[in-house]
């Protein structure tokens, strides 16, 4: 398993940008596809973003698609989201997550039930 930390949750206004960071430990993190969940108060947990191991795939929730981005650097051992045309509803803590197996490709399907490692979250807050 690795240890994840999140950071770049802030305010800003609709139609801002913010990118978050999430920072593994050990060595093992460029084996893990990685993802990003959040939630809203009140709300169930929601998939925003997962990326492969390798990189080589991503997948996006609908509600983001187009205007988030989910990226990574291995050598850094590192994670990011790129959040741009930010609105409202985009409020909440977002977590950052890492496969419970390695080797596994992203898919569209993957769930919060797939994931083993969890950070400990960063507000995001959107005002309108």
């Known amino acids: 398993q690795v240890q994840l930390v999140e950071s770049g949750g802030g305010l800003v206004q609709a139609g801002g940008s913010l990118r978050l960071s999430c920072a593994a430990s050990?060595?093992?993190?460029?084996?893990?596809?990685m993802g990003w969940f959040r939630q809203a108060p009140g709300k169930e947990r929601e998939f925003v973003a997962t990326?492969?191991?390798?990189?080589?795939?991503?997948y996006y929730g609908d509600s983001v698609k187009d205007r988030f981005t989910i990226s990574r650097d291995n050598a850094k051992n590192t994670v990011y989201l790129q959040m741009n045309s930010l609105k409202p509803e985009d409020t909440g803590v977002y977590y950052c997550?890492?496969?419970?197996?390695?080797?596994?490709?992203?898919?569209?399907?993957?769930?919060?039930?797939?994931?083993?490692?969890w950070g400990q979250g960063t507000q995001v807050t959107v005002s309108s």
């Open positions: 997550a890492a496969d419970s197996v390695i080797y596994r490709s992203a898919t569209m399907t993957m769930t919060g039930n797939d994931f083993g490692s």
């Open positions: 050990g060595r093992t993190f460029r084996l893990y596809t």
């Open positions: 990326i492969s191991w390798s990189g080589g795939n991503t």
